[in-house]
């Protein structure tokens, strides 16, 4: 079938792209300033906005307005999140090329630690919830072990694009926490993502040998991948590609492609992505060249696309199911068991790791922050029927509120971490100044 004989978007559904995308852009942008003046990151407001344009605030207050300007039309709102998502890609890939690989490396223990902590503690307290939770809110039908293992699993995951977001607004990412939580973040999703994938089988027609080891596969291609294939044609296209919108455009290439084959193999398309920023990364530092390269899309990223994605992610936030007494004391258990249950387990791979106890609660209230990660995770399960609209809100709740509780937090515990050497070296390597090895040993 030829593209000519695909009938393109109508008139009236390309208007209602542009009134939305703009908007969200101008709303987003707005209170993105707001937040930043208000010692907050911008990912708050833009966050907001979406809240502010979506069922809660306009659906409520003007319904009239809300269906016009945002219908209940599928294929009109994934022309939105066609956008959003070439901004979480771009996000979570300029994220990789932020993580010190020799850091990782060198800390890989206290990695290890600190993510199987903020992992298995909240993971279990989830579980335990969820047998808890009364039957009527899994969906209809559903196992109670297969309910309670999503629980757990909505729990213990991390939102890598908020955090790595949180870290950038906040000039965090150079700093020893920031490189800790980004790999540990990294693996406890990874780990999220694959237990969701095994939970939708369990969902579907009861868990199987084959879906466990076709997942494991998919992981180890994905890894392959990785430092066989991405990594070499990043470093061809660092050393041969003249010129900066050259290399501007290999290297978006390379991540798309990358993101491509992540999604192809099951897995979802940003695990693609990072992995892509940390290759382009490993193959910078070892020719000593920094990524100023990347700074144009760096800009468009923060100035357009990343608060495009946030604000469209916020629209399918509905905070008005919250109103029914009956819901509200379980969801706000539901969230104390998630942020204690990450704090918890972030803190004790800490200080099992002998870092100090302000060190263990950055990094408890960096990796709390599940976002929109979180949205999806319950979009899906609602989709597969192992959550009913009372308990997706209440999944929803915990994305929304533990985003908004990082920002002050993470200002709050990092005030009282020392900025070390390395830290200050590692600062000058990601904006492109390669600081001779003997100023770090000073």
């Not at 709050?412 to 600062?427: I, K, N, Y």
């Amino acid at each position: 079938m030829s593209a000519a004989a695909v009938a393109p978007l109508s008139s009236h559904a390309v208007l209602l792209f542009l009134l939305q995308a703009g908007a969200l852009l101008a709303l987003a942008s707005a209170l993105g300033t707001l937040a930043v003046r208000w010692r907050m990151p911008a990912l708050v407001g833009e966050l907001t906005a979406g809240v502010l344009l979506g069922p809660s605030v306009l659906g409520s207050l003007a319904p009239a307005l809300s269906d016009r300007l945002f219908p209940r039309d599928a294929d009109q709102l994934h022309l939105l999140d066609a956008v959003g998502l070439l901004g979480v890609l771009f996000l979570v890939a300029l994220a990789g090329t932020q993580v010190d690989l020799g850091l990782v490396r060198r800390q890989s223990g206290t990695a290890l630690r600190v993510s199987l902590g903020g992992l298995v503690v909240p993971l279990a307290g989830g579980v335990g919830l969820g047998l808890l939770l009364p039957a009527g809110l899994a969906g209809p039908g559903t196992d109670p072990v297969v309910f309670a293992l999503f629980m757990g699993v909505a729990m213990c995951v991390s939102a890598i694009p908020v955090i790595a977001k949180t870290l950038t607004d906040m000039n965090l990412m150079h700093r020893r926490v920031g490189q800790l939580t980004m790999a540990s973040a990294v693996f406890d999703d990874i780990c999220g993502w694959v237990m969701l994938s095994l939970l939708s089988a369990m969902a579907a027609s009861g868990l199987h040998t084959g879906d466990v080891v076709r997942s494991v596969l998919s992981l180890v291609a994905a890894g392959t991948a990785a430092v066989w294939v991405v990594r070499p044609v990043a470093r061809r296209v660092l050393r041969r590609a003249r010129g900066s919108g050259a290399v501007l455009t290999s290297l978006v290439v390379l991540i798309l492609f990358s993101a491509a084959g992540s999604q192809a193999l099951g897995l979802e398309a940003i695990v693609g992505a990072f992995a892509c920023g940390l290759a382009i990364r490993s193959v910078a530092s070892e020719g000593g060249q920094g990524l100023s390269a990347l700074d144009p899309l760096r800009r468009m990223l923060t100035g357009v696309l990343a608060p495009l994605f946030f604000a469209t992610a916020g629209l399918r936030i509905d905070l008005t199911a919250l109103a029914d007494a009956r819901l509200a004391p379980l969801a706000l258990l539901v969230l104390a068991v998630a942020v204690l249950g990450k704090f918890a387990g972030a803190f004790l791979g800490a200080v099992a790791s002998r870092m100090t106890r302000w060190e263990g609660l950055a990094l408890g209230a960096a990796l709390n922050a599940r976002g929109v990660i979180e949205v999806v995770i319950a979009t899906a399960g609602l989709r597969m029927g192992v959550l009913t609209s009372a308990s997706y809100t209440m999944v929803v709740l915990v994305a929304v509120v533990t985003s908004l509780m990082a920002p002050p937090l993470l200002r709050w515990t990092m005030a009282r971490v020392e900025t070390t050497a390395e830290d200050e070296h590692r600062l000058a390597v990601d904006r492109g100044i390669w600081a001779p090895a003997r100023a770090v040993e000073k």
